[in-house]
């Protein structure tokens, strides 16, 4: 069956640490793997990896895919406390079922000041 | 607008009544899919539109809940005969391209079922 699967469900974190949320995946036919926020209602896009090796980066949040050892992360520098959020992993799973696209649960991420 | 429109924001009804939630897509986008969110919990899939061909409603929960997507734009979800854990937020998203992955998402529809 396939799957995506977050690690850790939940971090609490304090103001300028440094934070790596992780997400393995099992799937038939990998075409892409995905980073959103949810803060409130409406998941927001942060990366779309396809490559192994080749880091994206956007401020403060960087992440990268290893497909060899089918796992990608999520790093974020410097915390503040509007980073707190839900941060969705999902892998385009092409001819899988979901419509394609596969989520994980989830990592909820609280920045304390 | 520019963006994924969904209503109502909010919806309580009681127990048994039908409920319609409502979402527009980005113009042009030709996938759509319709997640829902309890409480503290991820993105569960319900069904997903591509183009004119049949829709994948392997994530609809039971035969109370239907969807549809009329001229490949707007799109219906259904839900008859309301129970309690029909209570969560309905989110909507639509892609430019099937399994491109990068889906904007609607700000949801919060249903409460009394």
């Known amino acids: 069956e396939d799957k995506v699967v977050q690690s850790p469900l939940s971090l609490v974190v304090h103001e300028g640490d440094t934070v790596t949320l992780n997400c393995s995946y099992e799937?038939?036919?990998?075409?892409?793997l995905l980073w959103y926020k949810q803060e409130k209602k409406a998941p927001t896009f942060l990366f779309m990896l396809?490559?192994?090796?080749i880091e994206k980066k956007s401020g403060r949040l960087s992440s990268i895919l290893d497909k060899k050892e089918l796992f990608s992360i999520l790093n974020i520098t410097a915390t503040q406390t509007g980073d707190s959020a839900v941060y969705l992993c999902?892998?385009?799973?092409?001819?899988?079922?979901?419509?394609?696209?596969?989520f994980g649960k989830g990592t909820k991420l609280s920045v304390k000041p | 607008g520019a963006g994924v429109s969904q209503s109502p924001s909010n919806k309580v009804t009681e127990k048994g009544k039908d409920v319609e939630l409502r979402c527009d897509p980005i113009?042009?986008?030709?996938?759509l899919y319709w997640y829902r969110q309890s409480l503290g919990q991820g993105l569960e899939f319900l069904i997903y539109?591509?183009?004119?061909?049949?829709?994948?409603k392997s994530g609809l929960p039971s035969d109370r809940f239907s969807a549809e997507r009329t001229g490949g734009s707007v799109s219906t979800l259904t839900i008859q005969r309301t129970q309690q854990e029909d209570s969560a937020v309905y989110l909507c998203?639509?892609?430019?391209?099937?399994?491109?992955?990068?889906?904007?998402f609607g700000e949801g529809s919060r249903l409460t079922v009394l």
């Open positions: 998203a639509s892609s430019l391209v099937s399994g491109s992955g990068e889906l904007f």
């Open positions: 799937v038939t036919n990998f075409r892409s």
């Open positions: 396809t490559s192994s090796g």
């Open positions: 999902a892998v385009v799973d092409y001819g899988g079922s979901q419509g394609n696209l596969i």
């Open positions: 113009s042009g986008h030709t996938a």
């Open positions: 539109f591509q183009g004119n061909s049949a829709p994948d």
